[in-house]
């Protein structure tokens, strides 16, 4: 939990919500963003998720890094994503989400 | 693509050990403590300290956020959890961290109904999708952790969720680091900072280590070339005679932290008086509480518990290794009564802490030679 998963934003959710749903090996969730609002976070970019919350903005290299890192940790990045993808509540994509 | 190959780069580690070994020639043995078990990880896993010169040890420090909750915080947590009408919800590592009598996965089985969350904001949801369950968020972790719980807290207030409480076992990164450099004994040339912990509070909180121990400290990050720049860093500072905090990591640390984060946690959370560390003792000022305004969703005013210091069993020495007194595999235990299978303590249970990442690691896997290239 101490150490971040990247993650990628594929939808910001209504700003009243501060949260996102964002994508972690395939799987999607919703997250909040409240910490990162004023850094301006939108869609395509990444994140480090800490136990739900989007902590940092990083760019793409640092997410590659981070996640070989994660890799390399295992069990440690094992546990995160199998927590991550548990019981997530069913997320309806909407077709309005656009790439940036 | 420049950025990671600059800080991936093989030729990069290899000047960078050829760097290290120039210095250290020139110094005196030197000692680094890397405060968190992430670093520790990356430590054993790529084998770096067979990459360092024998004059420079690494000793693992007390970021591991499991390893350091006490046995009467567990036994607290229980004690809730076994009340009728409770859910308590927590992270999965923390149900095999042992109390004084058992562990929460033993109290589960028992018949407490004790549930594995991803996020305090699941324990959130559930306790509004079911309304006649007090539902209790067991929160652990430092400041990395601290905002989300704190998030969470201002959530079930605006929304008026009354059958939703925390037990705070936040803990904060700082005063263990002064309690160790205070500790009889310890003889540390400089730290590795963490580097997550760092994304909120910066780097402004470690001032007081060259400030007040004349000690240089680094935050670094994860990558080997990270780590291994980290100590060249440490040690360009002790051959020029300088003690300052470096901020290795800057591609992910600000050196003021995250303001929105740091101004959450000061809303909803403020300093507890005194909170026990498992194997540091009792530290001043070194974990927080809910404020009173959020008395309402605090299970310490909600629930009775026994706050019974419990401790810790003889042959563990945890206490030992989250000080870096010793080194994992010097412990007793290790390996033999104490595995992650049936953890004797703390730093065998989570995955993130110093016994788990050796016994995984380096005892049982030749240690890989400068395993940098990008896979
Ligand atoms: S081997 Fe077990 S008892 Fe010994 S220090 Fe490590 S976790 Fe604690």
Not at chain 1, 35 to 56: N, P, R
Not at chain 2, 90 to 115: Q, W, Y
Not at chain 2, 181 to 190: A, C, F, N
Not at chain 2, 329 to 341: I, L, M, N, S
Request: hydrophobic share 45%; glycine share 8%; charged share 20%.
């Amino acid at each position: 939990m101490c150490v971040g998963i990247p993650a990628q934003v594929v939808e910001i959710l209504a700003p009243e919500k501060k949260a996102a749903i964002v994508e972690v090996e395939g799987v999607r969730r919703e997250v909040s963003i409240v910490v990162v609002l004023d850094d301006g976070v939108k869609v395509g970019d990444w994140v480090l998720l800490h136990v739900g919350f989007a902590m940092s903005i990083i760019d793409e290299e640092e997410a590659a890094a981070q996640l070989d890192f994660m890799r390399m940790l295992g069990s440690v990045y094992d546990e995160e994503v199998e927590a991550f993808s548990a019981d997530v509540p069913s997320i309806e994509p909407k077709s309005s989400t656009t790439e940036t | 693509m420049k950025f990671v190959t600059e800080f991936r780069d093989p030729d990069a580690a290899k000047f960078l050990i050829a760097e290290i070994a120039e210095l250290a020639a020139e110094q005196p043995a030197r000692k680094f403590m890397e405060v968190c078990g992430g670093h520790t990880h990356a430590i054993y896993r790529h084998g770096i300290e067979s990459l360092l010169p024998d004059s420079i040890e690494m000793v693992h420090g007390p970021g591991c956020p499991v390893c350091v909750i006490p046995m009467g915080r567990v036994d607290d947590a229980i004690a809730i959890a076994s009340q009728d009408g409770v859910t308590m919800c927590c992270f999965g590592d923390m149900m095999r961290v042992p109390g004084g009598n058992s562990t929460l996965l033993e109290a589960k089985a028992n018949g407490a109904d004790v549930r594995v969350v991803y996020s305090p904001l699941d324990a959130l949801a559930i306790a509004e999708r079911e309304p006649d369950r007090n539902v209790v968020f067991l929160a652990v972790g430092f400041e990395t952790t601290a905002p989300s719980t704190a998030i969470t807290a201002m959530q079930a207030r605006e929304r008026d969720v009354s059958n939703f409480s925390i037990f705070c076992n936040h803990v904060t990164i700082v005063p263990p680091m002064k309690a160790i450099l205070d500790s009889p004994g310890m003889q540390l040339d400089g730290f590795l900072g963490p580097g997550h912990v760092s994304t909120v509070i910066g780097t402004g909180p470690y001032e007081f280590v060259s400030r007040e121990y004349g000690l240089p400290l680094v935050t670094a990050g994860f990558e080997p070339v990270d780590i291994l720049q980290g100590v060249a860093m440490l040690l360009h500072q002790l051959a020029d005679g300088r003690a300052e905090v470096e901020n290795q990591y800057k591609r992910v640390v600000r050196d003021a932290g995250n303001n929105s984060a740091l101004k959450i946690l000061s809303e909803v959370f403020e300093l507890r008086p005194h909170f026990e560390w498992r194997g540091l003792g009792f530290i001043a000022q070194s974990a927080l509480t809910l404020r009173t305004e959020y008395a309402q969703w605090d299970a310490e005013k909600l629930f009775e518990v026994p706050g019974v210091r419990v401790a810790d069993p003889k042959a563990c020495q945890c206490g030992e290794v989250l000080k870096g007194a010793i080194r994992p595999w010097e412990c007793k235990v290790f390996g033999t009564a104490c595995t992650p299978e049936t953890p004797i303590g703390t730093c065998m249970v989570s995955s993130e802490g110093a016994c788990a990442a050796y016994f995984n690691y380096g005892r049982f896997r030749a240690r890989p030679r400068i395993p940098v290239t990008a896979t």
